[in-house]
């Protein structure tokens, strides 16, 4: 999973893919690499499993051989044109990536194929044992992992052509590039992730990497009819919403066999905490 | 046949259970005198089929067993179709409609799915054939694209981009993409290699056609909003937490002040007390033991989620609504019949 140069981590909406990208970067820098982590997205959940306030454009550095930066879509649009795509000095670049930044709105793959440059960009400049994305959430993936394909099939000629094909091979390399999904054990998140398996599969895409099964809830260690012939109160209440619980994932889990799990965390409250916690867990399989 | 509609907007982060609750709510409204819809978009496949909804519609149908109640799930791409064909002349219709373009940005652009959303919703109001609708949004930016999207897309369509591809004049279709004294044109052709723009460019002229309808649309459907009742979801967990915090602050402009916060998977906080007395009734030590350290770990859990909570319901002024964190999803229609029982102050709403 650590081994390639490349690792895009994705998921459904809120099943925790930045706890997971955070905890996966402090582990591989703990073993000696240097890691850049990446957020593809606007949010501030990277920046915040990592333990800082903020990640800026410019790298920064976090603890020994981890480095953390995010996407900024005026400033990617600005190396996608100036360095991605060496464009000559003499062209006002900055000029111009405003008015693309417009184009970007609407054009189908333009503000993906930027967003998706970067972090490929960053392997390319050789200076990362491992880049970690934490990538949009899986409904958006789609059109991201699209985006060179996209862009190939719309640009008949030009230098944007040139490039999303070189982006396709470094992603499509299963040498270089893989992805990695977290899903919760719930219906939603288990049959999205499922759906973009076979999808992803089916384009040959990226290599995936694997599934994590995140907030994982242990058994009680009590059958729930004992549970059920407690006296009624907060104690049996609880007990019964765990065992429940457990019940209830475990169909979910069953679809997703072979897949490693991720404890649900009782009583960590910050960011930091929780990815630092799921990065000794990570240690057993990563 | 014209009715007083009564029109609820359920928004909030993806995967927070906004489509369960809407569900919910409906069932709750829906009756022999009250037609209600619920609109849902993507919901898990199991609660589509406790709705009964199999295929991707903007008319809605009946949901079995639920008196008064119809569902539908959002098909973006029939929403725009209608869009154009109702705000842009024939022959223009149909030629944005076999635009490349146009389909990749219906189906694509976030904001197009919540202004598809938005007009399904005001098509809807309009009928005047529903006493309650209740509209489960996209998840795009939190929900906030729903709010944001119909001056958005007058703005794009009216726009900027518009302007600088084709110059400060309408031209004809037939001279739009001139490079005469457009040197940054010049660029953007080395760079994009040529045909893309003036592709862009000629679809956006044709949906330029249907700008000042389209504006007055925009205008009509935030109006319908801003009298709609607003209920943001949410769970105790940081991301959605800080969703519903940019939803107040970054809703002002178009003022639709959520009438509520619901909050979704709620732990009791008598659990967090009840954990630090001694349990009674249960002879067994270790059964006791077990219970008592599983009461300890939820208990902590509500605690955190009173935490995250406490304040933001309270800094906007508005009530918070807890819905119980049950252990069997409630898919079925019974059990989304009983979800919403016994919520506090949900009678002022539902």
């Given at each position: 999973?650590l081994?390639?140069r490349?690792?895009?981590?994705?998921?459904?909406?809120?099943?925790?893919k930045?706890?997971?990208?955070?905890?996966?970067?402090?582990?591989a820098a703990?073993r000696?690499?240097?890691?850049?982590?990446?957020?593809?997205?606007?949010?501030?959940?990277l920046a915040a499993?990592?333990?800082?306030d903020e990640l800026?454009y410019?790298?920064?550095?976090?603890?020994?051989?981890?480095?953390?930066?995010?996407?900024d879509?005026?400033h990617?649009?600005?190396?996608?044109?100036?360095?991605?795509?060496?464009?000559?000095?003499?062209i006002?670049?900055?000029q111009?990536?405003?008015?693309?930044s417009v184009?970007?709105?609407t054009?189908?793959?333009?503000?993906?194929i930027?967003?998706m440059?970067?972090?490929?960009?960053?392997?390319?400049?050789?200076?990362?044992?491992l880049?970690i994305?934490d990538?949009?959430?899986?409904g958006?993936?789609?059109?991201?992992l699209?985006a060179?394909?996209t862009?190939?099939g719309?640009?008949?000629?030009g230098a944007?052509r040139?490039?999303?094909?070189?982006?396709?091979?470094?992603?499509?390399?299963?040498?270089?590039?893989?992805?990695?999904?977290?899903?919760?054990?719930?219906?939603?998140?288990?049959q999205?992730?499922?759906?973009?398996i076979?999808?992803?599969?089916?384009e040959?895409?990226?290599l995936?990497?694997?599934?994590?099964a995140?907030?994982v809830?242990?058994?009680?260690?009590?059958?729930?009819?004992?549970?059920?012939?407690?006296?009624d109160g907060?104690p049996?209440?609880?007990?019964?919403?765990?065992?429940g619980?457990?019940?209830?994932?475990?169909?979910?889990?069953?679809?997703?066999?072979?897949?490693?799990?991720?404890?649900?965390?009782?009583?960590f409250?910050?960011?930091?905490?929780?990815?630092?916690?799921?990065?000794?867990?990570?240690?057993?399989?990563? | 046949?014209?009715?007083e509609t009564k029109?609820?907007i359920?928004?909030?982060a993806?995967?927070?259970?906004k489509?369960?609750?809407?569900?919910?709510a409906?069932?709750?409204?829906?009756?022999?005198?009250?037609?209600?819809?619920?609109?849902t978009?993507?919901p898990?496949?199991r609660?589509?089929d406790?709705?009964?909804?199999h295929?991707?519609?903007?008319?809605?149908?009946?949901?079995?067993g639920?008196s008064?109640?119809?569902a539908?799930?959002?098909?973006a791409?029939?929403?725009?179709?209608?869009?154009?064909?109702?705000?842009?002349?024939?022959e223009v219709?149909d030629?944005?409609?076999?635009?490349h373009?146009?389909?990749a940005i219906?189906?694509?652009?976030?904001?197009?799915q919540?202004?598809a959303?938005t007009?399904t919703?005001?098509?809807?109001?309009?009928s005047?054939?529903w006493?309650?609708?209740?509209?489960?949004t996209?998840p795009?930016?939190?929900?906030?694209?729903?709010?944001?999207?119909?001056?958005?897309?007058?703005?794009?369509?009216?726009g900027?981009?518009?302007h600088?591809l084709?110059?400060?004049?309408?031209?004809?279709?037939?001279?739009?993409?001139r490079?005469?004294?457009?040197p940054?044109?010049?660029?953007?052709?080395?760079?994009l290699g040529g045909?893309?723009?003036e592709?862009?460019?000629?679809?956006?002229?044709?949906?330029r056609?249907?700008y000042?309808?389209l504006?007055?649309?925009a205008?009509?459907?935030?109006?319908?909003?801003?009298?709609a009742?607003?209920l943001?979801?949410t769970?105790?967990?940081?991301?959605p937490?800080a969703?519903?915090?940019?939803f107040?602050?970054?809703?002002?402009e178009?003022?639709?002040?959520?009438?509520?916060?619901?909050?979704n998977?709620?732990?009791p906080?008598?659990?967090?007390?009840?954990?630090?007395?001694?349990?009674?009734g249960?002879?067994?030590?270790?059964?006791?033991?077990i219970?008592?350290?599983?009461l300890?770990?939820?208990?902590?859990?509500?605690?955190?989620?009173?935490?995250a909570m406490?304040?933001?319901?309270g800094?906007?002024?508005v009530?918070?609504?807890?819905?119980p964190?049950?252990?069997?999803?409630?898919?079925?229609?019974?059990s989304?019949?009983?979800?919403?029982?016994g919520v506090?102050?949900?009678?002022?709403?539902?």
């Amino acid at each position: 999973m650590l081994d390639r140069r490349l690792l895009f981590v994705s998921g459904k909406g809120g099943v925790g893919k930045s706890a997971v990208s955070a905890a996966l970067a402090i582990l591989a820098a703990r073993r000696g690499k240097r890691v850049l982590a990446l957020s593809m997205t606007d949010q501030i959940g990277l920046a915040a499993h990592l333990g800082v306030d903020e990640l800026t454009y410019e790298p920064v550095r976090i603890s020994p051989g981890l480095y953390g930066t995010l996407v900024d879509r005026s400033h990617a649009l600005d190396e996608y044109l100036g360095l991605q795509l060496r464009m000559p000095r003499s062209i006002p670049t900055r000029q111009l990536s405003n008015a693309l930044s417009v184009l970007a709105d609407t054009a189908p793959g333009i503000r993906e194929i930027v967003t998706m440059g970067k972090p490929i960009f960053e392997v390319w400049r050789e200076e990362w044992d491992l880049v970690i994305a934490d990538a949009p959430p899986l409904g958006q993936l789609q059109s991201y992992l699209a985006a060179p394909q996209t862009i190939t099939g719309l640009v008949p000629t030009g230098a944007v052509r040139e490039q999303a094909a070189r982006l396709e091979t470094t992603l499509s390399d299963p040498a270089m590039s893989s992805l990695l999904l977290v899903t919760t054990p719930e219906e939603l998140a288990v049959q999205e992730t499922r759906e973009a398996i076979a999808h992803i599969d089916a384009e040959r895409q990226i290599l995936i990497a694997g599934v994590i099964a995140n907030r994982v809830l242990d058994p009680l260690g009590l059958n729930r009819d004992v549970v059920a012939a407690t006296p009624d109160g907060p104690p049996r209440a609880a007990g019964l919403l765990h065992t429940g619980l457990v019940e209830a994932q475990s169909v979910w889990l069953e679809s997703i066999p072979h897949d490693p799990r991720l404890p649900f965390l009782f009583g960590f409250h910050t960011p930091g905490e929780v990815s630092a916690r799921l990065a000794e867990v990570c240690e057993s399989f990563a | 046949m014209t009715r007083e509609t009564k029109t609820y907007i359920i928004t909030g982060a993806g995967g927070v259970g906004k489509t369960t609750i809407s569900a919910a709510a409906a069932i709750r409204l829906a009756g022999p005198d009250r037609r209600t819809v619920v609109m849902t978009v993507d919901p898990a496949r199991r609660l589509a089929d406790a709705l009964d909804l199999h295929t991707l519609s903007n008319e809605p149908t009946p949901v079995p067993g639920v008196s008064g109640l119809w569902a539908s799930t959002l098909d973006a791409s029939a929403s725009w179709e209608g869009v154009v064909h109702r705000y842009s002349d024939p022959e223009v219709a149909d030629r944005l409609l076999e635009n490349h373009y146009f389909r990749a940005i219906a189906d694509r652009f976030p904001a197009a799915q919540a202004f598809a959303a938005t007009e399904t919703m005001s098509t809807m109001i309009e009928s005047g054939s529903w006493d309650a609708i209740v509209v489960d949004t996209p998840p795009s930016a939190g929900g906030l694209d729903f709010f944001l999207a119909p001056s958005q897309t007058a703005d794009l369509i009216g726009g900027k981009l518009l302007h600088w591809l084709t110059g400060a004049q309408l031209p004809g279709r037939r001279f739009l993409y001139r490079f005469t004294g457009r040197p940054l044109l010049k660029i953007a052709d080395t760079v994009l290699g040529g045909a893309l723009l003036e592709d862009v460019a000629e679809f956006l002229l044709d949906l330029r056609t249907m700008y000042d309808r389209l504006a007055a649309r925009a205008l009509t459907i935030q109006r319908y909003q801003q009298r709609a009742t607003t209920l943001v979801v949410t769970t105790a967990d940081p991301a959605p937490v800080a969703e519903v915090l940019r939803f107040f602050e970054e809703l002002t402009e178009v003022a639709v002040a959520p009438a509520a916060v619901i909050l979704n998977r709620a732990l009791p906080l008598e659990w967090a007390d009840a954990a630090r007395r001694p349990i009674r009734g249960i002879p067994d030590a270790e059964v006791r033991g077990i219970l008592k350290a599983n009461l300890t770990r939820w208990g902590g859990e509500a605690r955190r989620q009173t935490t995250a909570m406490e304040g933001i319901a309270g800094r906007y002024g508005v009530p918070l609504l807890s819905v119980p964190w049950v252990s069997e999803p409630p898919i079925a229609v019974e059990s989304l019949t009983w979800l919403l029982d016994g919520v506090d102050g949900l009678d002022a709403f539902f």
